[in-house]
């Protein structure tokens, strides 16, 4: 049966890889177009120490901009165990409709969990949310693993 997405014609799933990078590059660009001149592309690790001094920033400002730095930082800490879920799952010809649902289903939660800890966490409420959709995307690239694991036994 054809999908509204067309998610049983083709293996979408590798193209996955980069739009999760890119997913990881969303918070970092946020937070440098927030810190602007505090911005320094020569040095831009020292981006929060610099906005920090800067008077003219709110407290708010200061967090997500803190807050979205982190957010890519636990995009990349994830994305290599995602990119090796997704070979695993390819190697072991798990059905196109199969990997394209779960890795669809990864970006958009890595995706909302950008929004959920960028955004929405300046209620802190919100940071079992946060880590609720992180849990979910972890859990996603398990079942990636564990889906290709038993059809290879």
Same mark, same amino acid.
């Given at each position: 049966?054809?999908?509204?997405?067309?998610?049983?014609?083709?293996?979408?799933?590798?193209? #996955?890889?980069?739009?999760?990078?890119?997913?990881?590059?969303?918070?970092?660009?946020?937070?440098?177009?927030?810190?602007?001149?505090?911005?320094?592309?020569?040095?831009?690790?020292?981006?929060?120490?610099?906005?920090?001094?800067?008077?003219?920033?709110?407290?708010?400002?200061?967090?997500?901009?803190?807050?979205?730095?982190?957010?890519?930082?636990?995009?990349?800490? #994830?994305?290599?165990?995602?990119?090796?879920?997704?070979?695993?799952?390819?190697?072991?010809?798990?059905?196109?409709?199969?990997?394209?649902?779960?890795?669809?289903?990864?970006?958009?939660?890595?995706?909302?969990?950008?929004?959920?800890?960028?955004?929405?966490?300046?209620?802190?409420?919100?940071?079992?949310?946060?880590?609720?959709?992180?849990?979910?995307?972890?859990?996603?690239?398990?079942?990636?693993?564990?889906?290709?694991?038993?059809?290879?036994?």
């Amino acid at each position: 049966m054809a999908t509204p997405l067309g998610l049983t014609s083709s293996n979408w799933s590798y193209y #996955t890889i980069p739009v999760a990078w890119a997913l990881c590059m969303v918070p970092n660009t946020y937070a440098g177009v927030k810190a602007g001149k505090n911005f320094d592309n020569t040095n831009p690790r020292k981006t929060e120490e610099n906005c920090a001094k800067d008077a003219s920033l709110d407290k708010v400002t200061l967090r997500r901009i803190s807050r979205a730095r982190a957010a890519t930082a636990n995009g990349f800490e #994830t994305l290599g165990l995602y990119a090796a879920a997704v070979v695993a799952g390819n190697a072991a010809r798990l059905p196109a409709e199969q990997m394209n649902r779960l890795t669809l289903a990864y970006i958009v939660s890595r995706a909302v969990y950008n929004y959920v800890y960028i955004v929405l966490q300046d209620n802190r409420r919100m940071a079992t949310v946060r880590s609720l959709v992180w849990v979910s995307g972890i859990g996603i690239i398990m079942s990636l693993f564990v889906l290709a694991g038993q059809t290879l036994s």
